[in-house]
């Protein structure tokens, strides 16, 4: 079953920290891995996305990696400002003859305090 | 405008109305993805249209649930009969293709603000 799980749920860290969100995947076959940002009562934006051959992209503070074989993917948040609270989620698309799967994590909930 | 919109923002409704959500995606995007997203948890997709036609509808939970695009813009969720556990954001979003694959942004799906549906 094609799956999305991240981790922690939700997270809470000072301002100025580092902060690193997990997403682990069994989605098969799989074609790219995206993460979104939401900020609360707002549509998802996108921060990166990766396909099989990427292992890291970044934007900014942020930067994702991906290890295809273990299925694992991560977002580092470099000096975090308290504009980073919101839900960030993990979304995995799967290919099969033509059709296209979008799976979404739950999503971790980070707080970024003063 | 220049980004997705959808509205209304909230729709407050009694058990077993029908209602419609209303969803303009970016121009030139040719799919469009509904989604249905719950407290504290990510969105769960609904449908996709490419172009006019639904090219995936396997997430509508039911038969209560249509969506259609008559003119490949503008795209309208209909929910009949509607329960207390319709209640939910239901998002929208669109794309400029619906490839998912390769390094190519194109279909990055760009969301709009949802719209919050409650069912009293």
């Known amino acids: 079953k094609n799956q999305v799980e991240q981790s922690p749920q939700s997270l809470i860290i000072l301002e100025g920290k580092n902060c690193t969100l997990q997403?682990?995947?069994?989605?098969?076959?799989?074609?790219?891995l995206r993460w979104y940002k939401q900020d609360t009562g707002r549509g998802p934006v996108s921060l990166t996305i990766?396909?099989?051959?990427?292992n890291t992209k970044s934007n900014g503070r942020y930067t994702a990696t991906l290890d295809a074989d273990t299925k694992q993917s991560s977002l580092h948040i470099t000096a975090s400002q308290l504009s980073d609270s919101a839900s960030y989620i993990c979304?995995?698309?799967?290919?099969?003859?033509?059709?296209?799967?979008?799976?979404f994590g739950t999503g971790t909930r980070l707080k970024v305090l003063a | 405008g220049a980004g997705v919109s959808q509205t209304p923002s909230n729709k407050v409704t009694e058990k077993g109305k029908y209602v419609e959500l209303r969803c303009d995606p970016i121009?030139?995007?040719?799919?469009l993805y509904w989604y249905r997203q719950s407290l504290g948890q990510g969105p769960e997709f609904l449908i996709y249209?490419?172009?006019?036609?639904?090219?995936?509808d396997s997430g509508l939970p039911n038969d209560r649930f249509f969506a259609v695009r008559p003119e490949g813009s503008v795209s309208t969720l209909k929910i009949q009969r509607t329960e207390r556990g319709d209640s939910a954001v239901y998002l929208c979003?669109?794309?400029?293709?619906?490839?998912?694959?390769?390094?190519?942004?194109?279909?990055?799906?760009?969301f709009g603000p949802g719209t919050r549906l409650t069912v009293l």
């Open positions: 979003a669109s794309s400029f293709v619906a490839r998912g694959g390769g390094p190519s942004p194109d279909d990055t799906q760009y």
């Open positions: 997403c682990n995947y069994t989605v098969s076959p799989f074609s790219n």
């Open positions: 990766m396909t099989f051959s990427e």
């Open positions: 979304v995995v698309s799967a290919s099969t003859s033509g059709t296209y799967k979008y799976i």
């Open positions: 121009s030139g995007h040719t799919a």
């Open positions: 249209f490419q172009g006019t036609g639904a090219a995936d």
